[in-house]
């Protein structure tokens, strides 16, 4: 069920207009009113249904409203908050949809002072390595998980309408510690992007580059696919979970050494171990997200 009447997304991109079309979908009959750095883009998603009013001034954008949303790369959670909080109303709910948990939260705390017990951290799960308005799609977020990381002064009944709303769009909610969350989505999310990122920059770094790419086929698409999403997102998303990250990499390249030694000792056995138990895990972890996505259907 969702309590709130007039919904302002900041970012209406894939994120925050997908999350808008899944409302609508649901058959939510408040208004949903678009925030972008970019009127252009603004206009796009304007056209597109995805939001009620275009272009208004954030006076008018934030009268009445009781729930924001930001969908905005979260290294401009700060200024972002700090620009609209002369506008915003003294009981409007925020929440956001980063992939970084404490550095948000930070943030949220420097911007936002007392007012941040109305903060509610949340992380939909789910994605796409395209961008903008026309990236946007209504299921989204079915049978996807969304991660609220409850601060100590939210309220319960704050927690419960933000959870409600995403609900609503079809995930299925789950709660971590920012910490806990920076924690995992280090090694499972983030992680693989920079792999991505750094393996088709080798590639187009090489000098037989297009040789390469003339070659590149199944195993490179689907290993790289995530290497066309947002630059400036990642740049962000990678710095602000730093820590993680770094401990990540180099437990990374620990295993990539373990495999290089097996490769120059032609220890067939030892690199045929690693690539069983790899595939095992992965064959696990398949099953047990088609069962819950068969499940929620």
Same mark, same amino acid.
């Given at each position: 069920?969702i309590v709130?009447?007039?919904? %302002?997304?900041?970012g209406?991109?894939?994120?925050?207009g997908s999350a808008?079309?899944?409302?609508?979908?649901s058959?939510?009959t408040?208004?949903?009113v678009?925030?972008?750095? !970019?009127p252009?883009?603004?206009?796009?998603?304007?056209?597109?249904?995805?939001v009620d009013d275009a272009?208004? !001034?954030?006076?008018?954008? &934030?009268?009445?409203?009781?729930? /924001?949303m930001?969908?905005?790369?979260?290294?401009q959670t700060?200024?972002?908050?700090?620009?609209?909080l002369p506008y /915003?109303?003294?009981?409007?709910v925020?929440?956001?949809?980063?992939?970084?948990?404490?550095?948000?939260v930070?943030?949220a705390?420097?911007?936002?002072?007392?007012?941040?017990?109305?903060?509610?951290?949340?992380?939909?799960?789910?994605?796409?390595?395209?961008?903008?308005?026309?990236a946007?799609?209504?299921?989204l977020?079915e049978?996807?998980?969304t991660v609220?990381?409850q601060l100590p002064?939210n309220?319960e009944?704050? %927690?419960?309408? %933000?959870?409600g709303?995403?609900e609503?769009?079809g995930?299925?909610?789950?709660?971590?510690t920012?910490?806990?969350h920076?924690?995992v &989505?280090?090694? %499972?999310?983030h992680?693989?992007?920079l792999l991505s990122?750094?393996l088709?920059?080798?590639?187009?770094n090489h000098?037989?580059?297009?040789?390469?790419f003339?070659?590149?086929?199944?195993?490179?698409?689907?290993f790289?696919?995530?290497?066309?999403? !947002?630059?400036?997102m990642?740049?962000?998303?990678?710095?602000?979970?730093?820590?993680?990250?770094?401990?990540?990499?180099?437990?990374?390249?620990?295993? /990539?050494?373990h495999?290089?030694?097996?490769?120059a000792?032609?220890?067939?056995a030892?690199?045929?171990a690693?690539?069983?138990?790899?595939?095992?895990?992965?064959?696990?972890?398949?099953?047990?997200i088609?069962?819950?996505?068969?499940?929620?259907?």
């Amino acid at each position: 069920m969702i309590v709130f009447k007039k919904i %302002v997304i900041c970012g209406v991109g894939l994120i925050g207009g997908s999350a808008a079309l899944a409302l609508r979908r649901s058959g939510y009959t408040g208004r949903i009113v678009g925030l972008e750095r !970019s009127p252009e883009v603004l206009a796009r998603a304007y056209a597109l249904g995805i939001v009620d009013d275009a272009g208004s !001034s954030l006076e008018e954008t &934030f009268k009445d409203a009781d729930l /924001l949303m930001l969908a905005v790369p979260v290294a401009q959670t700060a200024k972002v908050l700090k620009s609209f909080l002369p506008y /915003l109303p003294e009981d409007i709910v925020i929440t956001d949809t980063g992939s970084t948990k404490s550095d948000v939260v930070a943030m949220a705390r420097e911007a936002l002072g007392d007012r941040v017990k109305k903060f509610i951290p949340a992380h939909p799960i789910a994605g796409s390595e395209s961008n903008g308005p026309e990236a946007a799609f209504a299921t989204l977020f079915e049978g996807k998980k969304t991660v609220i990381a409850q601060l100590p002064e939210n309220s319960e009944e704050d %927690v419960a309408n %933000v959870a409600g709303l995403w609900e609503t769009c079809g995930s299925i909610i789950h709660y971590l510690t920012p910490a806990g969350h920076d924690n995992v &989505f280090a090694t %499972v999310s983030h992680l693989p992007h920079l792999l991505s990122y750094g393996l088709v920059d080798y590639v187009a770094n090489h000098a037989l580059s297009e040789l390469f790419f003339q070659y590149a086929a199944s195993g490179f698409r689907d290993f790289t696919r995530i290497a066309e999403s !947002s630059p400036e997102m990642w740049r962000d998303i990678s710095l602000a979970n730093r820590g993680h990250l770094l401990e990540g990499l180099d437990a990374y390249m620990a295993e /990539l050494a373990h495999i290089r030694a097996l490769l120059a000792h032609k220890d067939g056995a030892g690199l045929e171990a690693i690539f069983s138990n790899a595939r095992q895990a992965r064959m696990n972890w398949r099953c047990a997200i088609e069962a819950a996505e068969s499940k929620n259907k």
